[in-house]
């Protein structure tokens, strides 16, 4: 962070954020289903700085792997505007709903955790096979159904003895930019701790 940055630090992080918000946001005006996703981790071994980079490769993992489920060819160029996008942030608050799981999990890492938007078409819900509905509408994502419930249903795919858990909600109101990169905004954490992946 410069010195300007660092004089003006809580309006220059308060600029970032809406300029993300707003980026957000038009992609949802675009058509894109955008969804406030919170990943918690079991205990990892190393530093703090071990354990942000060890979630940062997780998530990245993750987006890899939903990409894949979407479409056909993930790095195909043909493909690449239907690629999920993630904008997200380290951060050190949880969710109360599942209290024996949050008790567990606040406790690993010191409740640092990972929160991220993510950004997708919607699914696919026509029976037609893909190959048609894509000659019949254009390209078309894989999914049959939102990404909550797809999380859900392949939650194998996702986690592992690093990745304990994967919440997902749908963004209903607003982009949930402030929330999400709030540790950012707050000055608790860099820039370079914001994550987007595309």
Do not use: C
Not at 53 to 62: A, F, I, L, P, Y
Not at 70 to 97: E, Q, T
Not at 120 to 147: A, D, E, F
């Amino acid at each position: 962070m410069t010195q300007h940055q660092a004089t003006y630090g809580f309006h220059y992080r308060e600029a970032i954020v809406e300029a993300y918000s707003s980026m957000i946001a038009e992609k949802m005006d675009e058509g894109r289903e955008g969804y406030f996703v919170n990943l918690m981790f079991n205990q990892l071994p190393g530093s703090r700085q071990n354990h942000m980079d060890t979630m940062r490769q997780e998530v990245e993992r993750v987006h890899w792997t939903l990409a894949k489920h979407m479409i056909h060819r993930p790095n195909h160029r043909n493909w690449a505007h239907m690629r999920p996008i993630f904008v997200g942030s380290p951060d050190l608050r949880v969710f109360k709903r599942d209290r024996v799981e949050a008790d567990r999990l606040v406790v690993a890492n010191d409740g640092l955790h990972f929160n991220t938007i993510a950004l997708v078409p919607p699914p696919s819900l026509s029976i037609l096979p893909s190959g048609v509905q894509n000659r019949l509408w254009g390209l078309q994502s894989r999914l049959k159904v939102p990404l909550d419930q797809h999380f859900r249903d392949r939650s194998r795919f996702y986690l592992n003895d690093r990745l304990a858990r994967i919440h997902v909600t749908p963004i209903s109101y607003g982009t949930m930019a402030d929330y999400t990169l709030k540790a950012f905004k707050h000055g608790r954490l860099d820039e370079d701790s914001i994550l987007v992946l595309n």
